[in-house]
């Protein structure tokens, strides 16, 4: 395999994947229509393309992480795009969360030049950065098996799962039980402040118990000192993710009433201007709801 990967989308998550991957030993060849992005990514050791095309051009495995649609649109089929690459057997690992008929189209926009893998990431930036991530693969498996060293790269695990559009499926069903247990956690944080109890002291004992969860771990710290910038995922992107995972839900008539019940809290997230910031922030929705206030000019307990 050709030792050069390339990213495109240099954001949260593809700016800890791709700094996971040059460490791993990758060259990794980047694009992203953000500037700021671009430069840091070149002093992270990465290689900046100017298009979609030039990063084509240099890697035989390029990983999409994008915000939209549109822009997985754009890096495939613009006039600067994937496709005008001139490139054959390239593999595109298009890991962001989208509408599995969206993957679809871009599988069969594609064709035989490009084949398309639907493999989305479990975890979040934060995790990314760790090299926290779970890989669920799906599509082509010969294509999945050759992209195994440079998943390896950048996550903990890997999971083939089978035809394309189940890696799909398989993250739907696990960004359910985020947006559920990311709520809960918030819940029984501000119940236990409201009680007077110190959040540090909540989130070592709690953390230790049998009332712990992976969303407890990773986004109890900024619960516990009302911080949540920076973003390891904003509340303005979760709320597509949610959307999608409840189309998909309604598709299938499967009733998903947590789901449909903690939409509302990252909806009030938003409408308090905080989409800019971690979806961890729906601790501070309801401690408003609570009417809790807490002085977070005080470093909490150690």
Known sequence: MNSSVGMLGLGIMGSAMSANLIQAGFRVVGFDVAAERIDAFAQAGGTPALSPREVAQQADVVISVLPSVTALDHCVSAADGMLASGRSRLVLVEASTFPIEDKLRIRDLCGPSITVLDCPLSGT???????????????????????????????????????????????FVANLLVAIHNLSTAEAFVLGMKAGLDPQMIYDVVGDGAGSSRMFQVRGPMMVRGEYEPATMKVEIWQKDMKIIAEFAARLDCPTPLLA??????????????????TAAVCAVLEEMARLRRDLSVSPSK
């Not at 440079?150 to 394309?164: D, I, K, M, T």
């Not at 997230?269 to 910031?277: D, Y």
């Open 261 to 278: 019940a903690s939409a509302a809290y990252y909806s009030a997230a938003m409408a308090q201007g905080r989409g800019g910031e971690d």
């Open 125 to 171: 930036g934060a995790q990314a950065v760790s090299k926290d991530l779970s890989v669920y693969a799906s599509g082509d498996a010969a294509a999945c098996a050759r992209c195994a060293p440079v998943f390896a790269g950048f996550a903990r695990s890997q999971h083939y799962l089978g035809e394309f559009g189940n890696g799909s499926k398989m993250k």
